[in-house]
């Protein structure tokens, strides 16, 4: 076994703290990644304090990885040493069941396997995340990082990324599509900058006025304030498609009447509570609400492969492990420009 250096939570509401792991010998398919750096998703926070519930502790956040190969298995063909990799929100499935054999692997149908706070498929040993100095992973499961991606800009891709990428490519946007982006963050921010890659005239949709600079600067043609009740009165029927980021409450009825006649709206952020929709609201238009869940490795791998062709990261500030908890804050209080990024030299150092 290999002792790794890692910041843990070792229970819900624990600030994280230096920890040691053990990661597995890699095996002939394995490899042993370094790791660089480790976006801190949304979701980092309300696993570590156990919000969603089922929380596995002591828990090692993180599943936004970018690192160096510095071992390979004897049967390895798709990664050397020295390249760089990356890995996502999924680090195993059973690999034969329907769902996975289309290249879905994080909806297998056996459960998946989580990059932290989960199990490997053999249902006992833990999982640990990116908060840490490397992780052994499959070769199936482990992303080739393109040459001239930024690394540390694009560590945010293998979930935010990912999970914008995967609606706009599955609702076909292309040039001169009208496409609102609600929410502007760590999600909303790469919704941005893809769909307006794509050739689509981006919306944002937002609460707060004071995003409109930014909104513009990522890519975004227009902004609207929807706070203002005349602002889903003047955007009736003007949308091919809606990508939602936001995990706060709020009202899809309202989103949906901007909606075009056979558009679609596709959630990607999870408030805490259900949300009433009325039936009419979709029937009438022929309108589709729907959700996307992150991508297979495939289309995770098709997006960094995008990403580079068109230059596009994620806006990033890098901190180092020992900001950890102040960055949780700071995430709760939507101080972030759009995405932190954890430095894992930092490790090296004692804690703060």
């Known amino acids: 076994m290999l002792k790794t250096p ?34 801190v998703c949304h979701s980092d926070l309300h696993q ?8 596995i502790f002591p828990m090692v956040p993180g599943h936004e990885i970018i690192g160096r190969v510095s071992r390979v298995g004897a049967e390895v063909t798709k990664l050397a040493v020295g390249d760089l990799a990356g890995v996502g929100c999924v680090v195993d499935s059973c690999r034969e069941c329907e769902v996975c054999r289309r290249d879905l692997e994080q909806f297998c149908e056996k459960g998946s396997a ?3 706070n989960s199990t490997e498929m053999d249902r006992k040993t833990p999982t640990y995340g990116g908060y840490s100095t490397r ?16 690394p540390a800009g694009a560590a945010p891709l293998l ?9 706009l490519r599955q609702y076909g946007c292309k040039k001169g599509d009208r496409v609102a982006v609600v929410g502007l963050g760590g999600l909303g921010h790469m919704a941005v900058k893809l769909a307006a ?4 005239e981006v919306t944002l949709l937002s609460t707060s006025p004071a995003k409109e600079a930014d909104a513009r600067r990522l890519g975004a043609h227009a902004f609207a304030v929807t706070k ?63 959700g996307s869940g992150i991508g297979g490795i495939a289309e995770t791998q098709e997006m960094l492969d995008y990403c580079a062709a068109h230059g596009i990261v994620s806006d990033v500030e ?15 209080a939507g101080d972030v420009r759009y995405r932190f990024v954890i430095d894992l030299a930092s490790l090296a150092q004692p804690a703060a």
């Open 114 to 116: 989580l990059t932290y």
């Open 197 to 200: 890659s794509m050739g689509a």
């Open 48 to 55: 570590a304090r156990d919000e969603w519930g089922g929380a």
């Open 318 to 332: 890098i901190i180092p492990i020992q900001q950890i908890n102040r960055a949780y804050e700071r995430l709760l």
């Open 6 to 39: 890692a910041y843990a939570a070792a229970h819900a509401g624990a600030a994280l703290a230096p920890y040691t792991i053990e990661r597995r010998e890699p095996g002939p398919h394995d490899v042993l990644i370094d790791i660089l750096y480790c976006g």
């Open 228 to 290: 203002d009740e005349a602002t889903f009165t003047k955007l009736a029927g003007r949308f091919d498609l809606i990508i939602d980021t936001v995990s706060a409450p709020h009202d899809y009825n309202k989103y949906l009447g901007t909606l075009r006649v056979g558009g679609s709206m596709v959630l990607v952020g999870v408030p805490p509570e259900p949300t009433p929709v009325g039936a009419m609201g979709l029937i009438w238009g022929n309108k589709r609400l729907a």
């Open 159 to 167: 979930c935010a990324g990912i999970t914008t990428y995967s609606p």
């Open 135 to 150: 992780i052994v992973v499959a070769e199936h499961f482990a992303l080739k990082i393109p040459a001239g991606l930024d």
